[in-house]
């Protein structure tokens, strides 16, 4: 087994009434060299929160975690992917942005990540 980290990216259209939708996950494993960032965005669902959101922005700023991701492309692409990782998951003041990271176990990061997108962020998972 592997130990791994991952995070939720959020975004949370107004701050002051504290609702989020989960947008996204994180998943970072050094053992197995692994680092990836997978969303999507229920805008509907964001819509009924804040109708006034800037969709587009918040696709923009979704698609830059991907890309910071990306092995060989993105702005982060000579960084360490645990430095990756870490400036990913620092706190921001941003409409999308990640909450806490948790650590977990796997022999395979990419599973870990479909099944948290699945539960987490689609709401596909059985229970």
């Given at each position: ?10 975004v949370v259209p107004d701050v ?106 689609l709401r596909t998972a059985q229970?």
């Amino acid at each position: 087994m592997n130990v791994y980290e991952y995070a939720l990216i959020r975004v949370v259209p107004d701050v002051e009434r504290g609702e989020l939708i989960n947008a996204g996950v994180i998943v970072y494993c050094q053992d197995r060299d692994y680092l990836c960032a997978r969303v999507a965005l229920d805008e509907p669902r964001l819509l009924a929160l804040a109708p006034d959101t800037d969709l587009d922005a918040v696709r923009h700023a979704l698609t830059a975690y991907e890309l910071a991701c990306a092995p060989e492309t993105g702005p982060l692409k000579g960084e360490a992917l645990g430095g990756r990782f870490r400036w990913l998951t620092a706190p921001r003041s941003t409409i999308v942005r990640t909450g806490p990271v948790h650590p977990g176990l796997t022999e395979d990061p990419g599973a870990a990540l479909d099944r948290l997108m699945a539960r987490l962020v689609l709401r596909t998972a059985q229970k």
